[in-house]
C-alpha cells in the first residue's frame, strides 16, 4: 500500500523513502549537513532538517528551525543564549528536540533519526534518540562514538553509533566517507526495521551466556509452553542498560533478574557497568521480578587492560581477550548483598529473591579458578541479614542446576496463578 510522502509498507515495514530527521547545527555543520542530506537523498530516503545551533542562522533554511526547537524547550531562542554558557544552552536546545522527535515519530513524520555532533552535538544526541521508541533507527554520527565519556545509562537500547573521523572541521575524503556510510545505514535501517510487536507477553530474563550462566536453556522453553515470550539480555554492561531501560517503560510483563554481575561491578568500581540504576527498573515500575545475585561473586575487567588494583595477585578467569574476572573480597560481597536488599526492598511490584546456596556462576564451583567458600559465605550470611526486608528464599542447589529454574518456575507460576503476573501483552 502506497501511503503519504511516497511511502510504501509491506507488513508495517517501511519499504522506501523513509524520512530521515537530520539534527545538526546549522551554524558551524552546514556544509557536512548538506552533505548528509544529499546522501540521505541518494540512498532513497527524504531528509528533515532539524537545526539545534544557537549561535548564528545557518546558510540554508532548514525543515525545523532552531527557534522551534527552542519553543519545544519552553522558551525563546534568546532565553537560551542568555542562559548561562554553551552547556545550559545546549541542554535546553536537547530538551525541544527531543519533545519534537517524540512528537514527529509519533504522527508518523519520520521514520528514522540520524544526528551529527561532537561532544556537544553528542550530549544532544543522546537525549533525542532516548526520545524515540525501540524500533525506530536512530544513529548518531560522532566524533566520541563508543567512548568511555559516554555513560551506559544514557544509551538508547538500539542506538548505533558511527566514528566521525577526520570531521572536526570541515569535510574532506574521510569525513565524506564516514557520512555517507551512516546516511545509508539509517535509510536501510529504516526500509527494514521491523518495531517489536509482541504477540505474547514478555519476559526479560538477564544472563552472561551458557558458558558461565546456563538456566535460560530449562527456563526460556518452559516459558514459551506457559504462553510467553522470553528476551535474554546479556550484562556485560550494555546488555543491562538495555534491560533496564524497558523494564522501566514497563515493557516486561515479569523480569527473571538472575545475572547481577553489572551491580557488583558498580559497587566494586569496573568500568563494566550498567549505570547506577541497575536493578531498579523494574521495581519502579511495579513488574513482577524474581531476582538472583547470579554472577554477583566477581568483578569484571577488560582483559586486555590487566587485573584492577589490589586484584593483581586474586584469583582470575579470562574469558576471551575483551572481558575477565576476578573473585570478589568477602568485605565487598557483602556490600553487594546490601546493595540488592536495598534495591529489592524498594519494588513497588511483586519482588523475591532466589538464594542458590551452591553457587553462583560456573567458575565458582569447586575445581574452577573463582571457587571461593569463604566468599560465598560471607554473601549468603549478609543476603541472609535483609530476609526481613525481603522475600528471600534458599534453594539448596547451584544456580546452573536444574533445581534453581525449577524452583524460579515455582514462583513464576504461583503468581501466574494468583493474578500477579498478566497474560496481557504491554
Known sequence: ???????????????????ILLVGTADTKSDELRYLGERITAAGGTPLLMDVGVLAPGPYAPAIANTEVAAAAGCTLQQVLDSGDENSAMALMAR?????????????????????GGTMGTDLALDVAAALPLGCPKLVLTTVAYSHLIPPERIAPDLMMVLW????????????????????????????????????????MSSLGKSCLSYMVRLKPALEARGFEVAVFHTTG?????????????????????????????????????????????????????????????????????????????????????????????????RIAAEII???????????????????QAWDRPGEALHDPEGL?????????????????????????????????????????????HRAVA
Open 1 to 19: 500500500m502506497r501511503g503519504a510522502r511516497g511511502l510504501v509498507r509491506r507488513g508495517g515495514r517501511v519499504a522506501v523513502n523513509p524520512t
Open 96 to 116: 525541544g528536540a527531543a519533545r519534537l522527535a517524540a512528537q514527529l515519530q509519533r504522527a508518523g513524520r519520520i521514520q528514522g533519526l540520524l544526528v551529527l
Open 165 to 204: 573521523a577526520g570531521g572536526l572541521y570541515g569535510l574532506n575524503s574521510l569525513c565524506r566517507s564516514a557520512l555517507s556510510q551512516a546516511a545509508g545505514a539509517v535509510v536501510g535501517a529504516a526500509r527494514v526495521a521491523e518495531p517489536p510487536r509482541p504477540e505474547r507477553p514478555l519476559v526479560g
Open 238 to 334: 550494555m546488555g543491562g542498560r538495555a534491560f533496564e531501560a524497558l523494564a522501566a517503560e514497563g515493557r516486561f510483563a515479569a523480569v527473571m533478574d538472575f545475572s547481577l554481575q553489572e551491580l557488583a561491578n558498580q559497587v566494586g568500581g569496573s568500568c563494566v557497568t550498567a549505570g547506577p540504576d541497575r536493578l531498579r527498573g523494574a521495581g519502579r515500575a511495579g513488574v513482577p521480578q524474581i531476582v538472583a545475585p547470579g554472577a554477583a561473586d566477581m568483578i569484571d575487567f577488560p582483559t586486555w587492560a590487566g587485573a584492577p588494583a589490589g586484584y593483581e595477585t586474586a584469583p582470575a578467569h579470562a574469558h576471551n581477550r575483551l572481558i575477565a574476572s576476578t573473585v570478589a573480597t568477602p568485605a565487598l560481597r557483602e
Open 342 to 360: 536495598d534495591r529489592v526492598a524498594g519494588a513497588t511490584g511483586p519482588a523475591c529473591v532466589l538464594l542458590p546456596t551452591a553457587g553462583l
Open 377 to 421: 559465605a560471607a554473601f549468603q550470611r549478609a543476603l541472609r541479614a535483609g530476609a526481613g526486608r525481603i522475600d528471600l528464599r534458599e534453594v539448596p542447589a547451584h544456580i546452573n542446576d536444574a533445581a534453581f529454574a525449577d524452583a524460579a518456575l515455582a514462583v513464576f507460576d504461583d503468581w501466574l496463578e494468583r493474578g500477579l503476573i
